[in-house]
Structure formats: structure tokens, C-alpha cells
């Protein structure tokens, strides 16, 4: 069962639970008992609101898209994409990267370039 049917099946269950309850103590006890239950259900969503708008522990990530085309020539290094350190990417994302190009000794990359330890 996904996580969205139980929901919906938990929330159905908790209504036909508070009317069974509403409709057994009668009117006046169940209007108390609502106030109540409305109470506490409103600082529950007002806490799972500030929660989900909190930024998260991990990073966003990056996502590159619709580059441009890169040319290296003489040594130098080009990256039509994106290039950094591996440690420090966190999630990526790139598509669509343009043509690189690389003559006399010169490196070019389409797309991810990532240095980390080790690598050059």
C-alpha cells in the first residue's frame, strides 16, 4: 500500500472513529470534545508546516542544462557542462550540454568534469 492510500485510510478511520464518538456522548459533550480535537490538530499541521518549510540537512544540489558549446586549444581546459570537486558536488544533474572541442594539448568536456583526490 503507498504511503498516500494509508494516509487517506488513517484520516477516514480518525473521522468515522470522532463521529462514532460524537454521536455515542451526545451533543453537548461532543461539541467540547471538538473544540478539543480541532485545538490539537491545529497546532499538529502548524508544526509539520514549519518543519517542511525548514531547509533540509542535505544539499540541494545543482542541475545544469542547455549549455553552450566549449573550445581549448594550447594547454588550456574547457567544460561545456559543469566542473568542480567531487566531494563538494552533491547531487547533479546535467543535460543537454553543448560540443567541446580540444586541440594542441588542451582538455575539454561535455557534460560533468569532477576533480577529487587522486585525479588530475
Known amino acids: 500500500m503507498s504511503t498516500r492510500r494509508l494516509v487517506l485510510l488513517l484520516t477516514a478511520l480518525a473521522v468515522t472513529a470522532l463521529a462514532a464518538i460524537f454521536a455515542w456522548v451526545g451533543w453537548e459533550q461532543a461539541s467540547r470534545i471538538a473544540i478539543v480535537v480541532a485545538g490539537l490538530v491545529a497546532v499538529a499541521a ?21 549549455t553552450g558549446p566549449a573550445r581549448a586549444s594550447k594547454g588550456g581546459i574547457a567544460t561545456s557542462g559543469l ?13 543537454h550540454t553543448g560540443p567541446a572541442e580540444a586541440d594542441e594539448g588542451g582538455k575539454a568536456t561535455s557534460g560533468l568534469h569532477l576533480d577529487g583526490p587522486g585525479q588530475d
Open 46 to 66: 502548524l508544526g509539520v508546516a514549519v518543519w517542511a518549510a525548514l531547509p533540509g540537512g542535505r544539499s540541494a544540489g545543482v542541475r545544469v542544462s542547455h
Open 83 to 95: 566542473s568542480g570537486t567531487a566531494p563538494s558536488a552533491g547531487q547533479v544533474e546535467v543535460e
